[in-house]
């Protein structure tokens, strides 16, 4: 019998289940089990696997908390939108925002310092992509995720935005630095 001929006996899924395809399913099961009890295990030992905390806020609650950071700690401006590279001080909760097609602002943190880094998008959905370290959040408006981080190299880290943003997506790019 070929594949393209329909089955002789059309009830094939009546049949008992023959021992070796029952093995599989028992072996696929089980390590679909065991992978799923990993994704708890990753967050003690997987060292890129960052424990979010996610608190709901709005856009104007969180352009204010980071306005304020802005006002307080800027050092310079960089790019031709004069963007603000902000150096607060270690130890302190920092701010960083998404929007249509930007990052705001720019972050200088000092390397084996811990920091709580605050993350929400203002308009749409935006990703936090910061390469080479392979650290990839949602930005998610409403929503502000706290990530505590100790950055371990210093640097200049890219920012990248891969959720897809609409025309300006492929140029909202930004950077991190680690003094
Ligand atoms: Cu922001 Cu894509």
């Not at 929007?99 to 811990?114: A, G």
Request: glycine share 6%; net charge neutral.
């Amino acid at each position: 019998m070929s594949a393209i001929l329909p089955p002789a006996d059309r009830l094939w899924y009546k049949h008992p289940i023959d021992r070796v395809e029952g093995t599989w399913i028992a072996i696929a099961l089980i390590w679909c089990i065991i992978l799923f009890v990993m994704m708890t295990g990753w967050h003690v030992w997987g060292k890129q696997n960052l424990s979010t905390e996610t608190y709901r806020t709005t856009s104007a609650q969180f352009m204010e908390k980071t306005q304020a950071m802005v006002d307080k700690y800027t050092v310079r401006t960089e790019t031709a939108e004069n963007i603000p590279v902000v150096a607060p001080p270690p130890g302190s909760d920092v701010y960083l925002l998404a929007r249509l097609w930007s990052y705001w602002p720019i972050l200088e943190l000092e390397k084996d310092k811990t920091y709580r880094l605050h993350l929400t998008a203002i308009d749409y959905n935006h990703g936090f992509s910061l390469q080479p370290a392979n650290i990839n959040i949602q930005m998610v408006p409403g929503f502000e995720h706290v990530v505590t981080v100790t950055p371990n190299e210093a640097g200049t880290y890219s920012l990248v935005c891969n959720e897809y943003c609409g025309l300006g997506h492929h140029r909202m790019v930004s950077r991190l630095y680690v003094k």
